[in-house]
């Protein structure tokens, strides 16, 4: 994805500025919420290896296939707890809309949890609303 357009996350940044960096490593997610911003910009945009590799070891599936028949369209962080930058857990609350190939639309909510070990934010699991 282009680092000048805009972030699929819904911040209102540049994906330069907000979810690429950490999609390329160079910068790590800070908090809880950031990371599971950088998680939805990597399903919106496909990056399947980056979601495996921001899944906490003990609960990450061996594979994931994304379904490219759906289309991600915009995030809404509904609440968050904990998670901040000198925690070692949190959880988000969240609201994913998407439209799947044949036009229908949808909304996936969801309450994740993330743990941080060593300095880096995971993504552990969560209840699907």
Known sequence: MDG????????????????????????????????????????????????????????????????????WLRLDVVSTSAGGPFDDRGEVAFEARYR???GERGVLRERSRFVREHGRWYYLDGDVD
């Open 4 to 71: 000048t357009a805009r972030c699929p996350c819904s911040s209102g940044l540049q994906y330069g500025e907000c979810c690429g960096p950490i999609h390329t490593g160079s910068a790590p997610a800070p908090t809880a919420q950031a990371l599971m911003r950088s998680r939805f910009s990597a399903f919106a945009v496909g990056d399947a290896d980056y979601l495996l590799e921001s899944w906490h070891p003990s609960t990450r599936p061996a594979d994931l296939d994304l379904d490219a028949d759906t289309r």
């Open 100 to 102: 799947t190939a044949d």
